[in-house]
């Protein structure tokens, strides 16, 4: 029977969660509602389930949340507390154990006010099931890092973050009411304790324990896979917590890779030593951080070779690897006009990975090896037309120098993105909050010798080839936040990265990628009155009396004030972004360390000043970290 589906939003992944019966049992037993071990011990806040006979009259499922206490007429329950039940019939009830006393606890089954059975349990504090992906087999319920479902022709990268669905991790913070749906938004549901998770017996860093958003007694564990793991379709997996062990589900991991070639671990000396394209083809190479709305709502984590100013038709020029590394995945992208652009991804050892985006073809080895592939290919539909997206998974051996195809396919720019998984998770407030791989990337010239990184960060600066950044760091940075600051990634409620590509009604409150001293705003939908696009202002000096007006973004704390932005600029900022004027003032105020109160107040020429004192109406919008 179905007791759970969830649906991935971006990889449009649908999932299913099945309880099943391996061995109908000959008399009551109950057992941990995933892995089906331990008869007669499970875990408070858990999903349990009753093996007999006679249980119901039919079958009935819960048909949402909170669960109910009674379905087909019939109740559980646990030292006399009616349990909620996610599912009921004749041969099983699928339950979950109220949280409370631990220790010996009765069961008792009624129906139309008789008893059907009792039994009695031993309540924990924590025991752990996996989730099956299918009805008895052996596959775990496993997410990849990029949210598709773990499985033999979709392998988990070593060094990768993968999702593991489990019951049973017990208490959490905040607490949890029995039957009641987990918080899908901060503060989550966070597990008391810690699992330990294995993989092929070797302990894997757990990056994150708590209850699903949205279910009752579904955990999910966020694990790296181990860069030692072996490669193989049935990789044993064990989760273990409260002096219990999971039962032993697998997962597919690929070899690093992704393909047969085992990489090498990620060496410390220069990985890189050939710029993509020649200097003199390229008008600058962006550092991390620019902003470009609806596309870079926030600091963009790549950074770019600009190719032509915006408007301007890109020039066609080779592009090629920068250093001896393995194209592991390519992407084509095929626009309604008939033009087709190409994103190949690479990873030079085991630890990292990176992308080049926005090729106009690819050299005749990817392209060979493009066709030869198994395509994964999604349609949809913008503005222009229908898009067609086909993803390939190969392994192709590449040197410095080789040719990797050309830049030009209709973008202003070609991304060059890279990934160091072994760097510490810095510069956000909520990680969770973002896909699995966003806190770690880097910029590809902190990985070429001196001299190469030199002819590199001459051209670095804005896309115009004109504004050079000096600041430091060079190569710029796109992890802003600030914690109990307002600098940094805003999100409009429940639409976060991690489970939307579309963050249009997000906003920051950043850097400039070549001035980091000059403040912006990038502006999404969701403030009344104020239009898609940068905004960027004068900072008042530290001599101001009113410090409340045109501060630093990183001074805009939680202490009760209202902060009030004016004096809108249009032009460019000095990485020659365009930014725009707003017709009246824009009033902050933080309520909590990862909640952002705004509004746009007044008309055309309104000043701060004018306007005092400054009040909140019900048109503010409020965002999350």
């Given at each position: ?115 059907v059975t009792r039994t009695s349990v031993t309540l924990v504090a924590s025991l752990p099931g996996i989730f099956r992906a299918a009805a008895g087999g052996p596959q775990a319920l496993v997410l990849n890092q990029n949210s598709t479902a773990n499985s033999s022709s979709n392998a988990a990268a070593p060094g990768s973050v993968i999702q593991i669905f489990v019951t049973g991790l017990g208490a959490t913070t905040p607490p949890l009411a029995a039957g009641q749906p987990a918080s899908a938004v901060e503060p ?438």
């Amino acid at each position: 029977m179905n007791l759970v589906e969830t649906a991935v939003r971006g990889t449009q992944t649908l999932i299913a969660v099945l309880l099943f019966v391996p061995v109908l049992a000959a008399q009551t037993a109950i057992v941990n509602g995933a892995g089906f071990q331990q008869p007669g011990v499970v875990a408070a806040g858990s999903i349990a389930t009753m093996f007999g006979t006679s249980l119901a009259a039919r079958t009935e499922d819960a048909a949402a949340m909170p669960l109910p206490t009674a379905l087909a007429g019939v109740q559980l329950l646990v030292n006399g507390a009616a349990a909620p039940l996610w599912y009921v019939s004749p041969a099983q009830i699928n339950f979950q154990v109220p949280f409370g006393t631990l220790g010996p606890a009765a069961i008792l089954v009624m129906a139309a006010e008789r008893e059907v059975t009792r039994t009695s349990v031993t309540l924990v504090a924590s025991l752990p099931g996996i989730f099956r992906a299918a009805a008895g087999g052996p596959q775990a319920l496993v997410l990849n890092q990029n949210s598709t479902a773990n499985s033999s022709s979709n392998a988990a990268a070593p060094g990768s973050v993968i999702q593991i669905f489990v019951t049973g991790l017990g208490a959490t913070t905040p607490p949890l009411a029995a039957g009641q749906p987990a918080s899908a938004v901060e503060p989550f549901n966070r597990a008391n304790a810690t699992p330990e998770v294995r993989i092929n017996g070797a302990l894997s860093e757990v990056t994150y324990a708590g209850a699903v958003g949205g279910f009752a007694g579904l955990y999910q564990v966020n694990a790296r896979v181990p860069a030692s793991a072996p490669a193989g379709n049935a990789v044993p997996l064990t989760v273990a917590s409260g002096g219990y062990a999971s039962n032993t589900a697998t997962i597919a991991i690929q070899a690093a890779g992704g393909g047969p070639l085992q990489l090498p671990s990620c060496p410390t000396a220069p990985l890189f030593s050939v710029i993509p394209i020649e200097p003199w083809d390229f008008l600058a190479f962006r550092p991390l951080g620019f902003l470009s709305t609806p596309i870079h709502m926030f600091p963009a984590k790549h950074s770019a070779f600009s190719m032509s100013l915006p408007g301007a038709v890109a020039p066609v020029k080779p592009v090629r690897f920068p250093g001896d590394l393995w194209v592991t995945e390519i992407w084509s992208t095929a626009f309604p006009g008939g033009d087709t652009g190409y994103q190949v991804y690479y990873q030079p050892c085991n630890e990292m990975r990176g992308y080049f985006n926005h090729l106009k073809e690819v050299s005749p080895v990817l392209k060979t090896a493009f066709d030869a592939g198994q395509k994964q290919c999604q349609d949809f539909v913008d503005q222009t037309g229908t898009i067609l997206k086909c993803q390939v998974k190969v392994v192709v051996k590449v040197q410095a120098g080789e040719t990797m195809g050309t830049s030009g396919d209709g973008s202003a720019g070609l991304d060059f993105g890279l990934a160091d998984f072994r760097r510490p998770v810095q510069g956000l407030a909520i990680p969770e909050h973002y896909s699995s791989d966003y806190p770690y990337y880097v910029s590809p010239i902190d990985y070429y010798p001196a001299d190469t990184r030199a002819a590199f960060e001459a051209k670095l600066g804005g896309y115009d080839g004109v504004s050079p950044r000096t600041a430091l760091p060079r190569a710029g940075t796109y992890l802003q936040d600030i914690a109990g600051t307002a600098q940094g990634n805003w999100f409009f409620p429940k639409i976060y990265y991690r489970t939307s590509t579309d963050i249009s009604s997000a906003m920051a409150l950043a850097s400039d990628y070549v001035d980091p001293a000059q403040p912006v705003f990038s502006m999404g939908t969701s403030v009344s009155g104020v239009k898609m696009g940068l905004y960027t202002f004068a900072l008042a000096p530290d001599t101001a009396e009113d410090r409340r007006v045109n501060i630093a973004f990183s001074k805009v704390k939680v202490n009760g004030n209202i902060y009030c932005y004016d004096g809108f600029r249009t032009g460019r900022t000095a990485g020659a972004l365009p930014t725009g004027t707003i017709d009246g003032v824009l009033l902050l105020s933080l309520p909590t360390d990862t909640t952002l109160k705004v509004e746009k107040a007044g008309a055309a020429g309104a000043t701060c000043e004018a306007l005092r004192p400054w009040v909140f109406t019900g048109a503010a919008t409020i965002f999350e970290r």
